[in-house]
Each structure stands twice: as C-alpha cells, then as structure tokens.
C-alpha cells in the first residue's frame, strides 16, 4: 500500500475549512465548481463531508442496500458530525464517483467498530482491501488496538470479507423496529422521568456501568461528548431520590433510535424497564408524530429484553454480526 495516501490530498485540505463554509457560501461554491472540473481520482480520506459529499454517500448505501436487501449500519449523522480535524472515512473515487467507503465509528477508545461498502459493479477488484488497509495504518498509529467490522448476517458480499481477512466472531444484535405499540399506562409505583442534565452525568454512569458490566470511571469519561451531541437527548428515571434507569433517544429526522437502555441490576423483575421503556415512546410519538420509525437494537442472547421490547410491539428486522480484527 501506498501509505503516502493516507492523510493527504484535495479532499482532506477542504475538509480542514468545511467547518467554516455553509452549504450556500461562495467557498462551497467555489469547491463544487473546482471539483466538477478536477473529478476526484483514487484512495483519500476525509475529515468533513459537504451536503453534496453526503448526498453521493447516501446514494452509494442506498444501492448497496438495494442490492442485497440490507440495512447497512451507517448513520447519515455519523458522517454530517464529523469534527474536521481526524482521518475516520476512507473512500475510493473513480473518474469522480464515489464508489467504495469505510467508516471508523466516533466513541474514542481502542476498540473501533467499522463499517464499510463497495458499490456493486466495482467489487472483486481489492477496493474494500485498500480502505481496510489505510483504516489499519491510521488505527495504529492512533493508538487503537482492534478494529471490530459490523457486517450484516445477511450480507453474502461482507460475510465472504469478514471470512477472507481472518476476523473473529465477537458478538450479535437484532435491529428491531416498533411496529405494534399499546401502552398500558398502569405503572405503580410511577417513576420520575426527566430530560437528563449535566448534573446528572454521574447516576446515569453508575447506571450504565452496572446495567452493562463497563468500567464506570471510563463511561463517565465518555458520557459528556456524547451528551453534548445536538441529536442525542439523554433521560433518567428515578423512584423517589433513587436512579433506577437510563437510557437515550438519537433522533436523524427519520428515526428515533434508543440506546444506552438500562436498569439498575437490584431494581429489575419490578416492570420499571416496560415503565420506562413505553413512557419514552410516547414521549417520542408526541414530540415527532406516530409516523417517525422508533429502533433499537438488542443482543441476541439477551432474552429477557427481546422478550420485553417484542411485548412493547417491536420486531426484529435484521441483524448484525461483529467480528474483531486486531491490529498487533
């Protein structure tokens, strides 16, 4: 590989100043004329994307989904709030198009998961191989030591890739969506259910840390980045004085998806999780209408919350695979 590409070219020196011009300004103007003239050529990475940049991303997930009937694990969001100033997408241009893409996800610690797609008339030519390796040489000398590749069960393509590079089966989770919701609205005793604030970042890290077996001092260390992302609301559910739960809504404007649901180990077996769980749809149902599709995404072996979230009205979709590649 060629590691002299990595880091370098047109595409990265614009992201620099991205954060600086508006889908309007003279300066994207001035790029999307420069560009329409110099088609973008090869292997680059890129800091920032542009409205445009974004649009041709989404259209290459949109035929990659259509070609093999997936839900491919990549957030428009993730991309539109990338910070301008770290190599996290890495794409393949040919006269112009953009037709392979790999992501590195953005929660900062030495495991990264990645998610990555080559347009369906260009694959068998070692695309994806290339990105992998520019994903690597810029993992490593970040620091990161593992990369964990998401890939759909039901991706023949990302399944033969997954096997091809040697990575591990990790783990799995279903995607499910809400489709059949009814609320009960009996809940006793009834629980406080707040918009989470900063002065609440330390109960809603004993909560998670707990609820996932993490190590609290690295959740709360995580926590304050995640809680200022403008797309991500944080809530907290205590009885009296007491946090019994947490969890938080990430809402594109296509859907709300719930994470980081969870329920203190002691206070579980009480119906505080449905409580919790079908007052935060209604709430999202009344802030953005019955029609915004509610997600959430749930282990495979875990089978008292699908047992919970199928009684609420949600039902699998799909689901996704992660497999470890270390980077020793």
Known sequence: MNCARVGIGRD?????IHSAATADSPLQQFRRTFLAAHPTQGFITRQAWTA????????????????????????????????GNVNDDFLYYEEGKLVGLLALDD???????????????????GIFTELLAMAKAESRL????????????????????????????????????LQDFQARNAYQPLLTLTRATPDDLYDIAHILAT???EDEEQTRQHLPGDMQNPDVTYYIARLGNEPVSCLNVFDDSVCAAIYAFGVVPEYRRHGFGR???ERIITLIQAIYGKQRRIQLEVETN???????????????????????LDLA
């Open 12 to 16: 990265q020196s614009a992201g620099a």
């Open 52 to 83: 445009d940049e974004l649009a041709e991303a989404e259209a290459l997930i949109t035929t990659c989904n259509a070609y093999e009937d997936l839900r491919i694990k990549l957030a428009h969001s993730l991309l539109r709030s990338r910070p």
């Open 107 to 125: 929660i900062p610690k030495e495991d990264r998961e990645m998610t990555g797609l080559v347009h369906p008339d260009y694959r068998r030519r």
């Open 142 to 177: 970040r620091g990161i030591k593992r990369l964990v590749i998401v890939c759909e069960r039901f991706s023949r393509s990302g399944m033969a890739f997954v096997e091809s590079v040697g990575a591990q089966y990790d783990s799995s989770e279903h995607l499910m969506y």
């Open 211 to 213: 609820s996932f077996h």
């Open 275 to 277: 409580q919790v769980l």
């Open 302 to 324: 875990n089978s008292n919350a699908i047992a919970l979230y199928r009684s609420c009205g949600f039902r699998e979709v799909t689901t996704y695979g992660y497999y470890n």
